[in-house]
């Protein structure tokens, strides 16, 4: 690869390292210059930029990013549409996130110009969660490079999600005559959350003497009743293998595995089995909600991750955790992680088709509705939901998607332009939402892969807040909208009035690369109507 500053009359092909501000469109980094973007630059008196040209052995960014992506990510993970040189991993669903680490920093120490960085090993993470983020550095990887990182990967992904499981725990709580009835609430309570956190139930909780035979007996009843894991909260810390709780768990048939462990707080805790079941012996820091070794355990049961002796004893490094503040209980509140951003689709099927004389929605199109096959484009690219808005012939186009699980939402004002649609449809958004794809109803193929790619370039820390796609230099639909500007696209009229806002909020737009024509063809005339279908044949 070759980097520099150079003519702008020698930039074309080349990629663009640093944003030019060009009137009210500039030139953003990591584009890829054409030569009309070449004739706009010496047209504003920009002499010279800035650039990378890619040779035959690089690998372009965002494929190299993708390629590690696709395959460093194991089970319970979803891969993100790379941008920029950086492709995504999120977590499909609550569960523990497990990495190998040493094959992690084998990667990382390949070459300046691949990375990838990932939770914690044991990092519980939450649905939609970063759990990975594989970015290159420079504009493209060597491709001897990339071929070893993929060695590296094979076929064992580098991190992956243990997914909590639904569990029924049991909790034995033991008194003595001097023991509170509050303090024996407390520490069901702060049980109760713990478990609920990890997506488990606590189903049974027996309160006993602090007791051998006591403890026996209730460990024995929760097993039978199924309990996975049973936890034991004793009314005294637990001091030795011949103290109440271990002895308790041995009577009842079970075995001690390790006794303490290396983390503070969390020292006295003990670790059990009885009949593959673990038991676990609550150290009594468990009755505050902050963090504790226990809490390390505890997750790695509920999400059936094998706990030996020997995992116990290697939490030692990282386990003082009195004065982490980047460890709070999620009671509590936890730092702030990053998250896929949830993304709904807004169809626009209300208007009159004026142009075309008569529904153009309703046209066929490969013997379909042409509404249809848009929904249908829609729906097959990943997002949270689809809201199809209506308003001249409405009960026509709810019936050409009666079968889809869409919602459908009625615009009155239809005729006052596409603005009051476009705000109808936002309107109807669930306040979790955090971007909209605005459809057009009659512009069917859009393909699924720029969706992602749209979504892909989202990025509000980064002022990517409008991501417009782009055909050869030409911008078309659908484009996302932040929710950031929901408030100023309700105060929009008629049919333009998006445009206007999106030159007035210029530093937010990033245009995305479309690899077909979907993006720039529609069905407003008859003519329009005959290229779709010409396009859609080949």
Request: aromatic share 4%; with cysteine; net charge neutral.
């Amino acid at each position: 690869m070759q980097f520099g500053e150079i003519p702008v009359s020698h930039a074309a092909g080349t990629i663009l390292a640093h944003s030019v501000k060009l009137g009210a469109a500039p030139f953003k980094k990591g584009r890829v210059l054409s030569a009309a973007d070449v004739e706009a630059l010496a047209a504003a008196g920009i002499a010279r930029v800035f650039a990378a040209r890619l040779g035959p052995d690089d690998v372009p960014e965002d494929e190299a990013a993708a390629a590690i992506a696709e395959v460093a990510g194991g089970a319970g993970t979803v891969a993100q549409a790379p941008f920029t040189g950086r492709a995504n991993l999120h977590a499909k669903a609550p569960g523990l996130g497990l990495v190998d680490v040493e094959r992690v920093r084998a990667l990382n120490r390949l070459d300046e110009s691949l990375t990838i960085a990932t939770v914690a090993n044991y990092a519980v993470v939450e649905t939609r969660q970063m759990v990975a983020t594989v970015k290159v550095i420079p504009f493209a990887v060597p491709r001897e490079v990339l071929a070893r990182a993929l060695g590296i990967i094979a076929n064992e992904p580098l991190v992956r999600i243990e997914v909590f499981r639904h569990r029924r725990v049991g909790l034995v709580i033991t008194r003595l005559p001097q023991t509170r009835s509050t303090l024996i609430a407390k520490s069901e309570q702060t049980m109760r959350e713990r478990v609920a956190a990890l997506g488990g139930d606590l189903a049974h909780v027996l309160v006993v003497d602090h007791a051998i035979a006591a403890v026996r007996a209730s460990v024995a009843e929760l097993h039978r009743e199924h309990c996975h894991p049973i936890l034991v909260f004793g009314a005294s810390a637990i001091v030795d293998r011949g103290d109440v709780i271990p002895a308790g768990l041995v009577a009842a048939g079970g075995e001690v595995l390790h006794l303490g462990m290396p983390v503070d707080p969390g020292n006295l805790m003990m670790y059990g089995r009885l009949d593959g079941v673990p038991v676990i012996g609550v150290p009594s820091c468990a009755r505050s909600p902050k963090v504790n070794g226990f809490d390390w355990v505890l997750e790695r049961v509920m999400a059936g991750v094998h706990v030996s002796s020997s995992d116990i004893m290697d939490m030692g490094a990282g386990g003082l955790l009195a004065e982490i503040p980047t460890r709070p209980s999620p009671r509590e509140g936890r730092p702030k992680v990053q998250r896929a951003p949830r993304v709904a689709g807004i169809v626009l099927a209300a208007g009159k088709s004026t142009r075309m004389g008569s529904n153009k929605l309703l046209a066929d199109l490969n013997g379909a509705p042409l509404i249809r096959r848009t929904v249908e484009a829609a729906m097959g690219s990943g997002l949270e939901r689809v809201i199809v808005v209506v308003g001249h012939e409405a009960s026509r186009i709810a019936e050409a998607l009666e079968d889809f699980a869409v919602a459908i939402v009625h615009n009155a004002d239809y005729a006052a332009g596409m603005a009051t649609s476009l705000q109808r449809g936002l309107a109807a958004l669930p306040d979790n939402i955090d971007a909209a794809l605005v459809f057009l109803g009659d512009m069917p193929l859009v393909d699924p892969a720029t969706v992602r790619r749209l979504i892909a370039g989202f990025n509000p820390d980064e002022h990517r807040t409008i991501c417009v796609p782009a055909y050869q230099g030409q911008r078309g639909n659908p484009v996302l909208w932040g929710r950031e500007h929901f408030a100023a696209i309700a105060g929009l009229a008629g049919d333009r009035g998006a445009k206007r806002l999106m030159a007035e909020l210029a530093d937010e737009v990033v245009e995305i690369d479309a690899a077909n024509e979907g993006v720039i063809l529609d069905a407003d005339t008859p003519e329009g109507l005959a290229r779709l279908r010409s396009a859609s044949a080949t």
